[in-house]
């Protein structure tokens, strides 16, 4: 039985796998697409009479990255100007670059001294080459020079979750409780997509900042450079070094370094929790015991009575009192501490579709944020009281 079988289910034929979806053997980069991207930045590139815009031309319908000499990606960012640095942390920088054909892109310039070095680089442009979805970023190229490495992906112009969520902009508008469902239901894809593979792929470093958002908040899952292949046939995990970020990773992970499906399904539950509370995973600027969001949470968690005193002040009571209850479940069961006691991806895309079906027939919203509008009457909003709900079939351990 479902974990959320109290919740519509998704018909049969919506979702079907096949081997155009799967990792292949890394000779055989080139295959269909699982799911067209629907993102306009990766698409549209401009044919062109040079040497340069005809090879890009000829790969623009394939599947294969291309490879950009140092000379063209210096040009495209202007020699990396500082005006260009979009993003920064211990892998590198990320600078915004326009190719020669005009497409704009996100070039990220590795620090082989950081976080990801070069086995991390070569696993993110296979696991990029081999798996398509419209939930994963694109790769477009890549470029090896003599000690640079450098990677040339789809330009996201939204830029990250956590961009939307902990570092808003003066004037700009928080993101809407329906946005953030859309979000959370959009990554989930993704990451159903990377489980079902075969063999399945465990991305490992699920978080806000790894969720990019394109000009109508659809969500792209970014940086593969620590996903692994997960266990297959009798083994039941992956044994490797502890990587990711504090915060996210699985309590299991952490203190063994066995890794399974499951870890992937702790950090979405993180990553809705920051969802739901406007919270980051963790930190350092809470007084103590309230830095780790998980921890923070757990005494709501408990109680669906204190779900209300969790959520994000700045959504002012824009959300229906149903589907926050549904919402914080699916959340609870994703950060169980015995990881068999987690759902499974495929159940966390069901109840994350019910919810976002559910919140899209409320009324009227904007991309970003909430109009201010009073939602649908049939919904029920928070106005400083709690309401008991049942929750038939849904068991929360936490």
Same mark, same amino acid.
């Given at each position: 039985?479902?974990?959320?079988?109290?919740?519509?289910?998704?018909?049969?034929?919506?979702?079907?796998?096949?081997?155009?979806?799967?990792?292949?053997?890394?000779?055989?980069?080139?295959?269909?697409?699982?799911?067209?991207?629907?993102?306009?930045? &990766?698409? $549209?590139?401009?044919?062109?009479?040079?040497?340069?815009?005809?090879?890009?031309?000829?790969?623009?319908?394939?599947?294969?990255?291309? @490879?950009?000499? !140092?000379?063209?990606?210096?040009?495209?960012?202007?020699?990396?100007?500082?005006?260009?640095? #979009?993003? *920064?942390?211990?892998? $590198?920088?990320?600078?915004?670059?326009?190719?020669?054909? &005009?497409?704009?892109?996100?070039?990220?310039?590795?620090?082989?001294?950081?976080?990801?070095?070069?086995?991390?680089?070569?696993?993110?442009?296979?696991?990029?080459?081999?798996?398509?979805?419209?939930?994963?970023?694109?790769?477009?190229?890549?470029?090896?020079?003599?000690?640079?490495?450098?990677?040339?992906?789809?330009?996201?112009?939204?830029?990250?979750?956590?961009?939307?969520?902990?570092?808003?902009?003066?004037?700009?508008?928080?993101?809407?409780?329906?946005?953030?469902?859309?979000?959370?239901?959009?990554?989930?894809?993704?990451?159903?997509?990377?489980?079902?593979?075969?063999?399945?792929?465990?991305?490992?470093?699920?978080?806000?900042?790894?969720?990019?958002?394109?000009?109508?908040?659809?969500?792209?899952?970014?940086?593969?450079?620590?996903?692994?292949?997960?266990?297959?046939?009798?083994?039941?995990?992956?044994?490797?070094?502890?990587?990711?970020?504090?915060?996210?990773?699985?309590?299991?992970?952490?203190?063994?370094?066995?890794? =399974?499906?499951?870890?992937?399904?702790?950090?979405? $539950?993180?990553?809705?929790? *920051?969802?739901?509370?406007?919270?980051?995973?963790?930190?350092?600027?809470?007084?103590?015991?309230?830095?780790?969001?998980?921890?923070?949470? @757990?005494?709501?968690?408990?109680?669906?009575?204190?779900?209300?005193?969790?959520?994000?002040?700045?959504?002012?009571?824009?959300?229906?009192?149903?589907?926050?209850?549904?919402?914080?479940?699916?959340?609870?069961?994703?950060?169980?501490?015995?990881?068999?006691?987690?759902?499974?991806? @495929?159940? #966390?895309? =069901?109840?994350?579709?019910?919810?976002?079906?559910?919140?899209?027939?409320?009324?009227?919203?904007? $991309?970003?944020?909430?109009?201010?509008?009073?939602?649908?009457?049939?919904?029920?909003? !928070?106005?400083?009281?709690?309401?008991?709900?049942?929750?038939?079939?849904?068991?929360?351990?936490?």
């Amino acid at each position: 039985m479902s974990c959320f079988s109290c919740m519509s289910p998704r018909p049969k034929n919506v979702r079907e796998y096949d081997e155009d979806m799967v990792p292949r053997s890394n000779s055989s980069a080139v295959h269909a697409r699982g799911e067209s991207s629907d993102s306009g930045s &990766g698409n $549209g590139r401009k044919e062109g009479s040079s040497k340069g815009k005809s090879r890009e031309s000829n790969n623009q319908n394939s599947d294969v990255a291309r @490879s950009f000499t !140092f000379k063209e990606l210096a040009t495209a960012t202007q020699n990396f100007k500082e005006t260009n640095l #979009i993003g *920064e942390g211990g892998f $590198g920088c990320v600078y915004k670059g326009r190719l020669d054909s &005009g497409l704009i892109v996100a070039i990220k310039q590795l620090n082989l001294e950081g976080l990801q070095g070069n086995q991390e680089f070569i696993v993110e442009v296979l696991m990029l080459s081999l798996l398509h979805h419209k939930n994963l970023v694109n790769l477009i190229g890549y470029c090896t020079h003599g000690d640079q490495r450098l990677l040339v992906y789809e330009f996201m112009p939204m830029g990250s979750l956590e961009n939307h969520l902990f570092d808003l902009e003066p004037g700009t508008e928080p993101l809407s409780w329906r946005t953030r469902l859309k979000i959370a239901a959009g990554a989930a894809h993704g990451l159903e997509y990377l489980h079902k593979a075969n063999p399945p792929v465990i991305y490992r470093d699920l978080k806000s900042s790894n969720i990019l958002l394109d000009n109508e908040f659809n969500p792209k899952l970014s940086d593969f450079g620590l996903a692994k292949l997960g266990p297959v046939g009798d083994n039941t995990h992956v044994s490797t070094r502890v990587m990711g970020t504090y915060g996210y990773c699985a309590p299991e992970y952490a203190m063994t370094g066995k890794l =399974t499906l499951k870890s992937d399904i702790y950090s979405m $539950g993180v990553v809705l929790l *920051e969802l739901i509370t406007g919270r980051k995973a963790y930190d350092t600027s809470k007084k103590p015991g309230e830095q780790n969001l998980v921890v923070w949470s @757990s005494p709501f968690l408990k109680d669906r009575r204190k779900y209300v005193h969790m959520v994000d002040p700045s959504l002012h009571g824009q959300f229906s009192a149903r589907c926050l209850h549904h919402a914080v479940a699916i959340t609870a069961m994703c950060l169980q501490e015995q990881a068999n006691f987690r759902p499974m991806i @495929s159940d #966390i895309v =069901t109840a994350l579709d019910y919810l976002v079906a559910q919140a899209q027939s409320s009324g009227p919203h904007r $991309g970003g944020s909430h109009t201010g509008k009073k939602t649908s009457p049939s919904e029920e909003e !928070f106005n400083g009281n709690t309401r008991k709900r049942s929750f038939e079939n849904i068991s929360v351990t936490f």
